[in-house]
């Protein structure tokens, strides 16, 4: 969690005598399975009150330890500081060892997540004239991953309790120029992938799971990420197995994995002959030797992330005020990469989400809305709807019919009410830690009253 400087925020509070006395009555909770720990009722820390949680950290993250230190001192070291110095480094050595922890054929690993999802476009021969339906709630990296090859993103409203893309909007985004679907699996958890995969199989599209948040996340007892033609991961320094910037491609069909480590070698393939056009995506030693360092006890923390996101879901099962993430049938574990809950102000006052979460804050719980806007709605749209590539490439009709779609209204509404949290370090915390942010939410729901007034 994020520690601010919480006294810029702090104001003198104009109390009523209503909201004092309900504060002294000590309100008990109308929503059954809300039971308190550590009762810690009052006033609001933002009005001057005590907070529910004093002068304790939560879990650091990136996850470091002294081997992983060791490991980044041998590289530096050895002089071996690029992949193509020896076949046993640690750029080749991490990628067997995550294809191996993913049970895929093969991995090639890229700088970024970004890079990742282009090299897949690229490998499958999407470019110019082409469409690639996706999700506007994502990281820019998603939409840049299309744009880089000149093709078309097309976003599809979202499922709004799931966040996830909306199978249904996505056939009906389908066009003759559709070549793959880019789902995101955001949160890190699984998108509705039976549905997805049939409407590909259905239009003969291809997909490429934007995975780039899902590591070891299981759906219908498949790893994310291995469910479509390819599955892309970033290891981004706040996600749950990082280097500070990479990537990667996971895939079992040994031809397009080929593919994938000649597009990020600079159109180079395993036999060093230059085949095609192709970016330098090459991870480095150093972020491999971090990312080996990572594997250790990944698959344990991966377990306490999920079993604390179980406890919470529990915790606020009964509670309507902040309803956790819907996951889909067939939803065995996720990432956790963030736990995302939807902010029902009607059950605050109306209070907006932006007082709620500085409420929150001041108690030392720190949730996040997330994004400012979908991606449907930041400018690059215009941008590219007046690029020569994209006029020349696609029909007027179809950049007007593009342009007059551009509308995600499910998106636009999570949008504005996403509370969510950073949950790489967080949710490895214990169950106390757990409390405790179930402790000032419902602090803050006690105190709904004032929070309009904040
Ligand atoms: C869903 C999603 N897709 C793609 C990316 C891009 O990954 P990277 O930042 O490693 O380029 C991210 C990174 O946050 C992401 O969350």
């Not at 995550?98 to 700088?111: D, H, K, Q």
Request: one cysteine or more; hydrophobic letters at 35%.
């Amino acid at each position: 969690m994020k520690k601010k400087d919480f006294t810029r925020r702090r104001f003198i509070a104009t109390v009523s005598a209503g909201s004092v006395a309900a504060a002294a009555s000590n309100v008990v909770s109308p929503f059954g399975n809300i039971t308190y720990f550590n009762r810690q009722s009052g006033k609001l820390a933002i009005l001057g009150g005590d907070p529910v949680r004093k002068n304790k950290d939560w879990p650091k993250w990136p996850y470091v330890d002294e081997k992983m230190v060791d490991g980044i001192v041998k590289t530096t070291r050895s002089g071996i500081w690029c992949r193509i110095q020896s076949e046993t480094g640690t750029v080749p050595t991490f990628e067997k060892e995550y294809a191996s922890l993913m049970g895929t054929r093969g991995c090639v690993s890229t700088g970024s997540g970004t890079q990742a999802l282009n090299t897949c476009v690229e490998a499958l021969g999407i470019g110019p004239g082409d469409e690639v339906i996706t999700s506007p709630l994502t990281d820019p990296g998603t939409i840049s991953s299309i744009l880089t090859s000149r093709a078309l993103p097309v976003m599809a409203d979202l499922d709004r309790e799931s966040f996830q893309i909306d199978p249904d909007e996505i056939e009906k985004r389908i066009t003759p120029n559709t070549k793959a679907i880019m789902p995101v699996l955001i949160g890190g958890q699984p998108c509705n992938m039976d549905r997805i995969m049939a409407i590909a199989a259905k239009h003969n599209l291809r997909v490429i799971e934007d995975a780039a948040q899902a590591h070891l996340g299981v759906y219908k007892g498949k790893k994310l990420g291995t469910i479509g033609d390819l599955g892309c991961f970033s290891f981004q320094a706040s996600k749950t197995i990082a280097c500070g910037e990479g990537g990667a491609v996971i895939g079992n069909n040994e031809e397009l994995m080929d593919k994938c480590f000649t597009v990020q070698n600079h159109g180079t393939n395993h036999q060093g002959r230059t085949v095609v056009g192709g970016p330098k995506y090459r991870m480095n030693e150093f972020e491999a030797a971090i990312l080996l360092g990572q594997l250790p006890g990944v698959k344990e923390r991966f377990a306490i992330r999920n079993k604390n996101a179980a406890y919470l879901n529990s915790r606020l099962k009964d509670f309507p005020g902040l309803v956790p993430q819907k996951l889909y049938e067939g939803t065995e574990s996720g990432s956790y990469y963030l736990y995302m809950t939807t902010y029902k102000k009607e059950h605050f006052d109306n209070a907006p989400r932006s007082k709620f979460l500085r409420a929150l804050e001041a108690e030392g719980v720190s949730l996040s809305a997330y994004l400012p806007n979908g991606l449907h709605r930041e400018p690059w749209t215009e941008h590219i709807l007046n690029l020569k590539v994209y006029q020349k490439m696609y029909s007027p009709e179809r950049l007007k019919q593009y342009r007059d779609e551009l509308s995600c209204p499910n998106c636009d509404k999570a949008i504005d009410e996403i509370a969510m949290i950073w949950a790489s370090g967080p949710l490895l915390g214990s169950e106390q830690d757990m409390d405790d942010i179930i402790n000032a939410v419902m602090k803050v729901h006690e105190n709904r009253d004032k929070l309009n007034s904040l």
